[in-house]
């Protein structure tokens, strides 16, 4: 298991990281129990959980797992989704935030989380508001970074202004949706993370399950998976092309001898600024397969068969931008160099 550093922070995470949504949804506490002991013993020690996953019951399940190793491990969880029945029980106002930092650490049975993730979009709170909270969190001890999921590219640069001019914590993690299938990403949000120095952690690597090998080229709905249930399944984000990456993903798991799921989650991790990827399981079996993903390299023309197919289309202005330089390196004459 390889470990990189958290943008510019210098926290160390495993390349895969432990998602714990299933927990308390079709995963038991025995299950979870074996599940996150599994993980310590492939070398994970980043376990990513939310306070709306199961309700509450994630956590739950994740803090009692973790107990007694919780040194070993670092911990995030997030705030947004709706808690409660009550207009401020959903948002990031400071309300919300210092109502819901407290609710998670009872549930995790902790007295910090090492980061702390903004969910969703609050357009109803000033950017200032959320960002002096957590910043207040972090004082106080109870955070130890934050960081945020699903900004567009201007409203991430605009936390980081706010942090950067007020002298606040800013956010150290962006956590986007990120696979063969769904790479929009790649166009402004992983640029705006390379330049300020961001890491990276993908959800939904394997596009919802789309790309684990349960599904074939053309299959949208498979009895008995996240698809049927209507449950996490991101289809309305997949690429046109998706059912040809879907297939080359097949094509190279027999080339190389590895499964569907794993060679698929070992692209995204050879994608440059990426820091880790979270992977879920209902069983131990599927947590199993998945962790092998941090176990080998893509590389050479399997990497390359992939890239070039699930390739993004061109979009104006960055296509017809990228290669400006050589325009205006072309346009240097000094004879003297002739």
């Known amino acids: 298991m390889e470990y990189r550093r958290m943008g510019r922070s210098g926290l160390k995470v495993s390349e895969v990281c432990l998602g714990t949504m299933t927990f308390g949804h079709g995963t038991d506490q025995q299950e979870s129990q074996k ?24 956590e739950i399940l994740t803090g009692k797992a973790l107990k007694n190793r919780s040194r070993d491990a670092v911990i995030a969880t997030k705030f947004f989704n709706p808690m409660g029945p009550g207009p401020n029980d959903s948002g990031m106002s400071r309300v919300r935030i210092m109502n819901a930092v407290e609710d998670s650490l009872d549930r995790l049975q902790m007295d ?9 979009v609050d357009s109803q709170t000033p950017m200032e508001e959320m960002l002096r909270a957590l910043d207040d969190l972090i004082h106080q001890g109870k955070v130890r970074y934050i960081a945020c ?29 990120y696979s063969l299938v769904v790479r929009d990403i790649e166009q402004e949000l992983i640029p705006v993370c390379e ?11 394997l596009g919802g399950g789309f790309l684990s090998g349960k599904y074939k080229p053309g299959e949208r709905t498979v009895k008995g998976t996240r698809s049927a249930d209507s449950w996490a399944y991101p289809q309305r984000f ?23 799921a794993q060679v698929a989650l070992r692209w995204v991790l050879e994608q440059p600024a990426i820091t880790s ?20 390299r893509l590389e050479g023309e399997a ?16 296509e017809m931008e990228k290669d400006m330089h050589e325009r205006r390196d072309d346009a240097i004459k000094m004879p003297s160099l002739e």
């Open 149 to 177: 999921s699903n900004f567009q590219a201007w409203r991430l640069m605009e936390a980081l202004w706010i942090s950067d001019s007020k002298d606040l914590a800013r956010f150290e993690c962006f956590q986007p949706q």
């Open 195 to 205: 330049l300020k120095g961001l890491g990276v952690v993908a959800w939904s690597p």
């Open 238 to 260: 997949f690429a046109a092309n998706a059912d040809e990456s879907l297939q080359a993903v097949f094509d190279v798991a027999q080339e190389i001898d590895r499964s569907p």
């Open 35 to 58: 599940i996150v002991d599994l993980a310590f013993d492939a070398g994970i020690n980043f376990f990513d959980t939310a306070d709306s996953y199961g309700d509450g019951e994630s």
């Open 303 to 318: 990497l390359q068969k992939l890239n070039e197919v699930s390739y993004l289309p061109h979009r104006y202005p960055e």
């Open 112 to 120: 910090h989380v090492d980061l702390y993730y903004i969910h969703h």
């Open 277 to 296: 990827i979270i992977i879920g399981a209902r069983t131990f079996e599927q947590a199993r397969e998945n962790m092998l993903a941090g176990s080998f």
